[in-house]
């Protein structure tokens, strides 16, 4: 089967760095996503990982350690305006499909 | 700019009608999808599809059914709807392919009464 694991809340300070971390176990792997989702909104795509290693995109960055079945998003310089759901989701198993953690709530305070 | 276009934003419907949700997608994408999420459940799949009047039963699908028969439109239908189906309903779309994510609708807020 696959399960997906990820912290139910966090807080941060503005400014400050914050580290979402992301454990999976899945038969297959083609790629892990991060997405955000503002309250009432779609989510939206963030990063793909699909090689061990460090993605950077501007203060987004993630990781991932196939061997582990580990990931994180590491978030950097906060904004207030960051406050969301961040959803990990993993694309394999027998359909390929994406299967999507219920995801962390974060909440960045002043 | 690519979309997902979901044609309601809200919806109110009582118990025991039959519910229509519209997902259209202007991408050319194959592969679509239907999702529900709920507090602390995350996104669940309903039903997903991979080409034109081909359909797949997700996670979740009962009382649920779906149609497909154009490529850039995917229905969802509640047949009798239910209480417990109030949600916030997802449609994304995809290309096939390793690297490709899902691009997601804005959803639709179903409220059952």
């Known amino acids: 089967g696959q399960n997906i694991d990820q912290p139910t809340e966090m807080t941060a300070t503005e400014g400050a760095i914050v580290q979402i971390n992301c454990t999976y176990q899945t038969s297959g792997f083609n790629g892990l996503f991060w997405y955000q989702q503002h309250a009432g909104e779609a989510p939206t795509f963030l990063s793909y990982?699909?090689?061990?290693g460090l993605e950077e995109k501007g203060r987004f960055s993630s990781f991932l350690s196939r061997s582990k079945g580990y990931s994180y998003l590491l978030l950097k310089e906060l904004q207030m305006k960051d406050s969301a759901s961040y959803l990990c989701?993993?694309?394999?198993?027998?359909?390929?499909?994406?299967?999507f953690g219920t995801g962390t709530l974060l909440a960045v305070q002043p | 700019d690519v979309k997902v276009t979901q044609s309601s934003r809200y919806l109110v419907k009582r118990t025991g009608e039959k519910v229509f949700l519209e997902c259209v997608q202007d991408?050319?994408?194959?592969?679509m999808f239907w999702y529900r999420q709920d507090p602390g459940l995350g996104l669940r799949l309903i039903y997903f599809?991979?080409?034109?009047?081909?359909?797949e039963k997700g996670d979740i699908p009962e009382g649920y059914s779906v149609s497909r028969e154009k490529k850039e439109r995917f229905s969802l239908i509640l047949e009798s709807a239910s209480t417990n189906q109030t949600s916030m309903y997802l449609c994304a779309s995809s290309l096939t392919g390793g690297a490709s994510g899902y691009t997601f609708g804005s959803g639709t807020r179903l409220t059952v009464v």
């Open positions: 599809s991979y080409d034109v009047k081909m359909k």
């Open positions: 989701a993993v694309k394999g198993g027998a359909t390929n499909k994406l299967i």
């Open positions: 990982n699909v090689l061990d």
């Open positions: 991408m050319d994408h194959e592969n």
